[in-house]
């Protein structure tokens, strides 16, 4: 009889193998706390030593907005978009909480080593944690930006009321993004370095700044193509719900739902069939 | 003779570290070691082909030199570090004590309290049920408020000690130079250690003090270079191991 089937006889189970999805999943909400207090006290702790402390969650996005503002308002000149504050502030404060979700979700095993090394429980608690984390940041800099279009555009109406399930859309996509970057940098350590370059394209091709159906209007197919990428859909969506005369497809409802829904749903999957190799050294 | 009951089965065990290695091989030819790149993955065999089965009741204790693969095979039995090739089989998930990577120096003990409890794996009601418990423990009554960066060393080494020991384990991993502080501190670590290690079904004790195997253990295992060396009784193993030691001086 050899070792293995000696510890089968034995009642004994093999250390660290990964548990089927289901039992996983339920061991991973059963740590919901954990990723929240998680979330929540590292927020607090990235605030504690500055004299505004958490002010800069908000006073950043503002800066940035300022800037993006005057340059590329200046840039675009007659070409911009109407209502041109409203559609900067948007457009970026949507684009920042989705790229910073991917980015710290691609950190979030990489940059956590000792941690994993150390303790044992199921390792999609980091990527979540991440993401609730970007999410938690996003709430005061939500109710910012509805300010801000309160007061330069359209009074508030029951139409905004919209943007609860378009952020629970963007909750999943995020959620996948992060754990299927959490995974690749894993494997591909060098990912991390190309990160920023990643949101940098993003940043500059989904619209955050300029719409894409003024700018394209002479190419049918790149505007049609543009229909499907999902953080151009989001921008929009959020548009239309908080900015007049921003109309929009019907049908982005849709793509945006499958984006999330399938992004989620294969980072789940994707994160969950590599759990083991997390605590490699390599 | 009574069927003993195994806990743990280490069965072949290998755990290679892929390294990308940015250093230099040391050939001892110093124009290589100027000219070299040497850039390149290195595989290390922290673990060779380790076997054995603790059983039920056992303290183990486990010696050897630095980097000789202990703590490798004792995060590979917790199931931290995954094995290249073999297998660990455990008869419940087993644990080593320790909590400190999960605490943020931003934030008052008292919150650090609540995230180690909660990587632990505690619910939020056995955290409030240890709480007063662990923060007496530690010493640290009148601090706990104030952020863990404030504390000196050894009043942080306290508070990590003493939320890691709050929890009760079947099969425990104790790692050498857990006992911290200063003497009155490390006098009441030892003897909290012992009370785990009654609890606990079966331990593992990493150590390089051998009067402390000798004391604790009933049986011994000693590595060398990621190779079993020598698995047998304490007083054998430590004696071949102390042997040993003085041939290579």
């Not at chain 2, 004792?74 to 094995?83: H, Q, S, Y």
């Amino acid at each position: 009889m050899n070792l293995a089937e000696y510890a089968a006889e034995n009642n004994l189970h093999r250390v660290g193998a990964r548990p089927p999805l289901h039992a996983y999943l339920n061991e991973v909400w059963r740590r919901r706390l954990f990723i929240y207090s998680l979330s929540k006290f590292r927020i607090q702790a990235q605030h504690q030593r500055s004299r505004l402390g958490m002010a800069w969650i908000v006073i950043n996005p503002l800066l940035e907005t300022a800037i993006y503002g005057t340059i590329f308002g200046i840039i675009l000149g007659s070409t911009r978009p109407p209502n041109f504050i409203e559609f900067l502030i948007v457009g970026l404060f949507i684009y920042d909480v989705i790229s910073s979700s991917l980015t710290s979700g691609a950190k979030s095993i990489t940059g956590n080593g000792a941690l994993v090394q150390s303790l044992s429980f199921p390792r999609m608690v980091l990527p979540l944690a991440s993401t609730v984390q970007e999410f938690l940041n996003f709430v005061p800099k939500l109710i910012v930006m509805v300010t801000i279009v309160a007061i330069f555009g359209s009074p508030p109406n029951i139409r905004w009321l919209l943007l609860l399930p378009l952020i629970a859309l963007m909750v999943l996509f995020s959620t996948g993004l992060a754990l299927i970057m959490a995974r690749l940098t894993v494997h591909f350590t060098d990912l991390n370095k190309l990160l920023p370059f990643i949101t940098r394209i993003l940043f500059y091709t989904s619209g955050v700044f300029f719409a894409i159906e003024t700018v394209f209007a002479g190419h049918k197919t790149i505007a049609r193509l543009y229909e499907f990428q999902p953080f151009h859909e989001f921008l929009s969506l959020a548009r239309n719900i908080l900015i007049e005369n921003t109309p929009v497809d019907t049908m982005f409802w849709l793509y945006a739902s499958v984006w999330a829904v399938v992004t989620f749903a294969v980072g789940v999957w994707f994160f969950w069939s590599a759990e083991e190799s997390y605590g490699r050294n390599d | 003779m009574t069927e003993r009951k195994p806990v743990v089965v280490v069965d072949h065990l290998d755990v290679d570290y892929k390294i990308l290695a940015t250093g230099r091989r040391a050939t001892g030819d110093s124009k290589k070691l100027i000219r070299g790149t040497g850039r390149g993955m290195r595989t290390v065999n922290a673990l060779k082909d380790i076997s054995f089965t603790a059983y039920e009741g056992e303290s183990v204790g486990v010696i050897g030199f630095n980097g000789s693969g202990k703590s490798t095979l004792m995060r590979a039995i917790v199931g931290l570090t995954p094995a290249t090739r073999g297998a660990v089989y455990a008869a419940s998930r087993p644990n080593m004590l320790g909590v400190g990577a999960s605490l943020i120096g931003e934030l008052s003990g008292e919150k650090n309290v609540m995230l180690g409890g909660l990587a632990l794996g505690f619910t939020k009601g056995e955290i409030d049920d240890k709480y007063d418990d662990i923060v007496d423990f530690a010493g640290l009554r009148d601090f706990i408020d104030m952020p863990m960066r404030a504390y000196s060393s050894g009043m942080i080494a306290r508070l990590k000690f003493s939320i890691a020991t709050s929890r009760q384990h079947e099969i425990l991993i104790v790692d050498e130079a857990l006992s911290v502080g200063d003497r009155e501190f490390r006098e009441r670590s030892e003897e909290r250690i012992r009370a785990i290690r009654e609890a606990a079904g079966t331990i593992f004790l990493v150590s390089h003090s051998s009067s402390s195997i000798l004391d604790t253990c009933t049986r011994c295992i000693w590595i060398d270079k990621g190779v079993l060396v020598m698995d047998g009784e304490p007083e054998e193993v430590v004696d071949a191991y102390k042997l040993f030691r003085r041939s290579i001086k």
